[in-house]
């Protein structure tokens, strides 16, 4: 079976809701007996195999509340009906247990009370009496619990709005609360952090976003301050729209960037909340392209096991690039694609024809989130500062990178004691005893202006770092300032770059060069200083990169003595084309890089108290 979207077009309304059954269907066969559990696999994430259990059976309503609101049917619903009394009920056996501080739990009753808004008819109607009194009661439970101090505070609203729908009474100040602290997260241009933290991610558009349009389509009831407030929300998204739309590329591929990507095409939520909630951001005939143009994509990714059931993973399973908190149940989260199924036949977003892609080659600036990008066909190239890396399982890898593509995604480094065959693509790594290493993992200033990105980082004790980072597209320039104490090892890596079982046509390591080439791809790094660093091309490990499981990386390396030391390189990667490849960049003198450090603004999305 594997990938179970492969053939759906994505054309019309008709096509999406049979991608939705395509996937919920190879579920069906893993329900508890009770159906108050769905286990998808054996691997484990941090909490609770009853946690985990009940994210199995929740993500998917995320797809199966708006296919059933929209007026489709799915055979298997029932027995998630069944699932939610039995897992809510303290005296069965398969009871999914109580919320508690910060639990699992707390995320997954948003896709309880999420389904109970849609459709209640379904979920609460279709419950035995005594079904009805327990989930209300797990439910107004769970929202006394405290939530992580991020996006979580909306799973409480989420909750709301289902209890709101049948008519169970809860503390209302709670919701108040949660939505105080999520406006306190806002940033200008319709951005928002994820929480107190240096962190702009996927977690805006398909959280923030998506749930702050659901609560303003649903929201209603409570007064003049909340319905001001529920029109904030449709500002922000109105505002951001415009810059999200730079994540996505002409073929419908997403930023690989940042954490909890094997949640897939909850990518393209966004577009689909903006439906939702009638937000006509952009004409609805584009909002409709990137929404389908982003499935379509997923379509042709190797993304699920023989069963069709999608393992944790990105463009293939892949536990090495996963979250503690990724449990096989965690990818259905990819469900919150389908919110457009709640919509007639007759709605805009469905009776428009799918825009073309428009292909933007210029240099976009995106201040507040701290990235720089511009567009090939095909690819878009993102230049990334400002970001906190921190608490997340190669947190460096999914934020701290110097550069991010849509067509070459991002590796992920499988052993933190072997420098030698670590593949650094899009960063510089610093070793002292030529074993362990280290990169960018935070900043001690983090600035941007027109065309420019600096950080200044510290990897180990007695090295500082300066870096800048320069779009001359296709190409960027990296340049290092760089201060140590003690002698370190230093290696640099381009673009990551799919590896088949042919050989490459054409490798280059000399005079400061770098350059792979395959048949469909090359990639190059360039040294410009006078003294080039050793140039290398690393055969990585398997499954490093999130879109394919092998890789070519080209690299530059050089020891280096207690001293002040530069180093700079020119970077690219492209499709292979009849197109004479552009010369490099020349490099910026000393005085130029002062000048446009001291031009460029803190980062706003790393201007944060000290004190988060």
Not at 206 to 224: E, T
Not at 249 to 259: E, F, Q
Request: glycine share 8%.
């Amino acid at each position: 079976m594997l990938n179970p979207l492969s053939d759906n077009p994505f054309h019309n309304r008709d096509d999406a809701v049979r991608a939705a059954i395509d996937l919920m269907t190879p579920l069906t066969p893993w329900f508890s007996e009770g159906r108050g559990r769905l286990r998808l696999g054996v691997t484990g994430a941090h909490f609770h195999e009853a946690a985990a259990d009940l994210e199995g059976l929740a993500r998917p309503l995320w797809g199966l509340a708006p296919l059933l609101a929209g007026g489709s049917s799915f055979e298997a619903s029932q027995l998630y009906v069944e699932g939610l009394a039995n897992g809510a009920n303290p005296a069965h056996a398969e009871y999914w247990g109580p919320t508690s501080y910060r639990d699992q739990r707390i995320v997954e009753s948003a896709a309880i009370g999420f389904a109970l808004a849609l459709a209640p008819e379904v979920f609460w109607d279709g419950l035995p009496g005594k079904g009805r009194d327990h989930l209300g009661q797990w439910l107004a439970n769970s929202l006394k619990e405290t939530p992580a101090p991020n996006n979580w505070h909306f799973f409480h609203v989420l909750v709301s709005l289902g209890l709101d729908r049948v008519g169970v009474q809860y503390d209302r100040s709670i919701i108040d609360a949660d939505l105080d602290f999520l406006e306190t997260c806002r940033l200008k241009e319709g951005w928002f952090r994820d929480g107190q933290r240096r962190r702009a991610e996927h977690y805006i558009p398909f959280a923030m976003h998506y749930y702050g349009l659901i609560y303003a389509a649903l929201g209603g009831g409570h007064g003049p301050a909340n319905d001001a407030r529920r029109d904030r929300f449709l500002e922000d998204a109105m505002a951001f729209t415009p810059s999200i739309k730079h994540w996505f590329a002409s073929d419908g591929a997403a930023l690989p960037y940042g954490r909890s990507l094997t949640y897939r095409f909850a990518h393209a939520g966004i577009w689909g909340a903006l439906a939702f909630a009638d937000v006509e951001a952009l004409p609805w005939a584009e909002t409709r392209g990137y929404w389908a143009r982003n499935l379509r994509y997923w379509s042709q990714q190797p993304m699920a096991d023989r069963d069709g059931i999608m393992p944790v993973g990105y463009a293939y399973p892949n536990l090495l690039m996963s979250e503690a908190y990724n449990s096989p149940g965690s990818p259905y989260w990819a469900m919150k694609a389908f919110l457009p199924l709640a919509l007639s036949d007759d709605h805009p977003f469905w009776k428009a024809d799918e825009a073309a892609p428009e292909i933007d080659p210029a240099v976009v600036t995106l201040t507040e989130p701290g990235m720089i990008k511009w567009e090939e066909p095909g690819n878009i190239t993102v230049l990334s500062g400002g970001q906190q890396a921190v608490e997340f399982r190669q947190g460096a890898e999914k934020y701290s990178k110097f550069a991010y593509s849509t067509r070459y995604g991002f590796s992920v480094e499988n052993d933190a004691r072997s420098f030698r065959t670590g593949p650094f693509d899009n960063m510089l790594a610093c070793s002292d005893d030529g074993l362990h290493f280290r990169v960018r993992l935070s900043e001690t200033d983090a600035r941007i202006g027109d065309g420019i990105l600096y950080s200044c980082w510290s990897p180990m004790n007695g090295v500082e770092i300066q870096t800048w980072l320069l779009p001359r597209a296709p190409w960027h320039i990296r340049i290092h300032k760089l201060v140590n104490s003690v002698p370190i090892d230093t290696r640099e890596g381009g673009f990551s770059i799919a590896r088949n079982d042919l050989p490459p046509i054409e490798t280059v390591s000399e005079n400061g060069m770098a350059r792979v080439t395959t048949e469909t791809d090359v990639s190059i790094l360039v040294d410009l200083y006078d003294k080039p660093r050793e140039p290398r091309i690393n055969k990585a490990d398997p499954n490093t990169n999130v879109l394919y499981p092998r890789s070519w990386v080209p690299q530059l390396s050089a020891h280096l003595q207690p001293g002040t030391h530069w180093l700079g390189c020119a970077v690219m990667a492209r499709e292979v084309s009849d197109t004479p490849l552009p010369p490099p960049p020349e490099r910026p003198s000393a005085e130029e890089l002062q000048h446009l450090k001291d031009k460029a603004v803190q980062i706003p999305v790393w201007s944060v108290p000290d004190d988060y």
